[in-house]
């Protein structure tokens, strides 16, 4: 354990012996650190990932610098499919401990692998679109979307959550249990999945409607020797045996006056009826056409409007798209820029990261910039002021203000730089900016030797 305040090695005493700091504090916070740190692994192990998460961000909250908690971190996120996030947990614990650190064996087996990076780009994309087709309402293209995500990471559960909720929205709950199923073999106590699952059982737990059965009462009929009795719906009649109507005169007369009433009736009841029925049925037709042409006119205006409100949606999810890729982006430029800086070609990790969009990255990510900048920036200050004084030194002006200039404006405290700076613009014609730098290095460095050799070579412009 080192002193916080001078980095010596700590007794069993709650004072530095080297410069007298008070770290029985210090000692507790550490100490709590460890403790939910190995409450963390405790859960990693029994595959609780989202409590072990939990518990390595407080044991970080402690001490930022516990790298075992950061490297479990990592690889707890990675074991998520989170593999962004777990390479920058890596990349900030390498930052705090460069040697015998077991985040440089987790991060050169990614980036030793190109193809595995690419494959997390495309992992990382595809998930991407999906969420814009769920936003737009094309949940079978969503769902064919994930289905490629989740064959390249198999692991990814933010993947598999969505799928689910897809699955679900279908009435597909044998697929969404089984997407659940997967979540919770990675993750036992995942919220979301859990919570899902009990919708599930909800549902599964509902008694089916019964329709109604519908019965049929089929006509009784009964026969005696005296009569015929059957029922029609609910009425029974009973109808005499035997009755017949023997007289063939009776019958013709009965069909010729039945005709007779019959003409009647088409005449004057009939015909009248069937021409209002006619005129009915025309204005009830011109009734309805005109109700037809109502509601075709209001539902015209309803998907008006529900497709500027998809439209609004499809819009906010590009949007949203645009904000990840972005960010997606401007990580992409940072594990550049650190690779760059891990090649030692300081120059070009300076570029990239000063093309980083800082507002796009997360706490973490900012961190990791910080800390690569710091690095970065001093050497790079060094490697600038050892180019731009050979190039002055050879007589090459045009790359010596570069690079002294370059120098001077990442650290304004380099008199140095700035007084060779001068030099080269006077050197090289350009009399009006070696006056400007010449007043800097006289009102920057007063009552030293290049302000007096400033001020005597200004004279002379």
């Given amino acids: 354990m080192k002193c916080f305040n001078c980095g010596a090695d700590l007794k069993d005493t709650d004072y530095c012996n080297n410069c007298g700091a008070d770290v029985k504090l210090y000692r507790r916070m550490l100490r709590l650190s460890n403790a939910y740190y190995n409450e963390g692994l405790e859960k990693a192990k029994v595959r609780d990932l989202s409590g072990a998460i939990v518990s390595l961000r407080q044991s970080l909250k402690i001490n930022k610098r516990n790298t075992d908690a950061r490297n479990l971190l990592g690889l707890v996120y990675f074991e998520m499919g989170e593999v962004i996030d777990a390479l920058s947990q890596w990349i900030i614990s390498r930052s705090f401990q460069s040697q015998d650190n077991l985040a440089d064996d ?78 919770l073999a990675i993750d036992s106590t995942n919220t979301k999945a859990l919570l899902y699952m009990k919708e599930l059982d909800a549902v599964a737990g509902k008694p089916s409607s019964k329709e109604p059965e ?40 009965n069909v010729l006056i039945g005709l007779a009433i019959g003409a009647a009736v088409m005449w004057f009841l009939v015909f009248p009826a069937q021409q209002k029925m006619t005129n ?95 690095e970065v920036g001093t050497q790079a200050v060094r490697e600038l002021y050892r180019t731009g004084y050979a190039a002055y030194q050879s007589n090459d002006f ?50 030293t030797r290049k302000a007096t050799d400033a001020a005597r070579l200004m004279a002379t412009l």
Avoid at 133 to 138: A, D, I, L
Avoid at 144 to 149: A, E
Avoid at 151 to 177: C, F, T
Avoid at 406 to 434: I, M
């Fill in 280 to 374: 009915d049925e025309l204005n009830k037709a011109v009734a309805e056409y005109s109700d037809q042409l109502d509601s075709k006119t209001a539902a015209l205006t309803s998907l008006q409007t529900e497709m500027e409100d998809v439209k609004k949606d499809a819009e906010e999810a590009a949007q949203k798209a645009e904000e990840v890729t972005a960010q997606l982006g401007s990580y992409e430029e940072l594990l550049r820029a650190y690779r760059s800086y891990s090649e030692q070609d300081m120059a070009g990790s300076l570029e990239k990261l000063e093309e980083i969009d800082q507002e796009a990255l997360t706490e973490d990510g900012k961190i990791l910039y910080n800390a690569v900048f710091q």
């Fill in 398 to 447: 045009a790359t010596a203000i570069q690079d002294l200039g370059k120098c001077y404006e990442l650290d304004n405290t380099q008199g140095d730089a700035l007084y060779f700076l001068a030099r080269s613009y006077h050197k090289s014609g350009d009399t009006e900016n070696a006056k400007v730098y010449y007043q800097k290095v006289i009102d920057e460095q007063p009552n």
């Fill in 106 to 183: 987790y991060i050169e087996a990614v980036q030793k692998n190109p193809a595995r990076l690419e494959t997390i780009n495309t992992t990382i994309r595809k998930y991407n679109q999906s969420l814009v087709y769920c936003g737009q309402g094309s949940y079978d293209l969503a769902i064919i979307q994930l289905k490629k995500v989740l064959s390249i990471n198999m692991n990814l559960l933010k993947g598999h959550q969505l799928l689910a909720l897809l699955y679900m929205k279908n009435r597909n709950y044998g697929k969404a249990r089984a997407e659940l199923k997967r979540v």
């Fill in 214 to 253: 519908n019965r049929s009462k089929n006509k009784a009929m009964s026969v005696n020797k005296d009569s015929i009795a059957y029922t029609v719906g609910n009425e029974t009649i009973i109808q005499p045996a035997g009755v017949r109507d023997n007289s063939g005169l009776h019958s013709v007369i």
